[in-house]
């Protein structure tokens, strides 16, 4: 059972660095064609986030929970554990409060042909999006090297 909850908490760190990543990258090209491309774009990436990254933090947050409740090796305590819940809480957040908001508007911006608009919304999910991918290196890497264990 171990072994496939960190199989399964594995899944969901790639899923969830894989889709930051995607977004990261892809954005800035399309925010660049604007109009109907990038407006499609923003509505799939809102859509990425409830579809793809809230189940991969669910199943990063639960597995990790049971792994830490099931191990005698783990404690809530240890900082690779406590670094790992306040990125799902930290992502949870600029899902809801930046990522979401701000790519409906942006969507909704270049639909209405307001590049400016769409361009500030951009800019704000760039910045927070690059801190949303450091944050998550950061994490991976206190996993692996199992920090505070």
Do not use: C
Not at 79 to 93: D, E, L
């Amino acid at each position: 059972m171990g072994a496939l909850l960190l199989f399964l908490h594995i899944i969901g760190a790639g899923v969830w660095l894989g889709a930051s990543v995607t977004q990261f990258v892809v954005t800035p090209a399309l925010r660049n064609a604007g109009g109907a491309p990038a407006a499609a774009w923003m509505r799939q990436t809102v859509r990425l986030g409830t579809a793809v990254l809230m189940p991969a933090a669910v199943l990063l947050l639960v597995t990790g929970v049971w792994m830490v409740l099931r191990e005698d090796v783990y404690e809530f305590e240890q900082a690779f554990v406590a670094i790992g819940i306040a990125m799902v809480v930290v992502g949870a957040v600029l899902g809801t409060r930046v990522f979401g908001p701000e790519g409906k508007k942006a969507a909704e911006s270049h639909e209405a042909g307001d590049e400016a608009a769409a361009s500030e919304s951009h800019r704000r999910i760039a910045m927070f999006g690059a801190i949303d991918v450091l944050l998550l290196l950061f994490t991976i890497w206190a996993m692996v090297k199992r920090l505070g264990l």
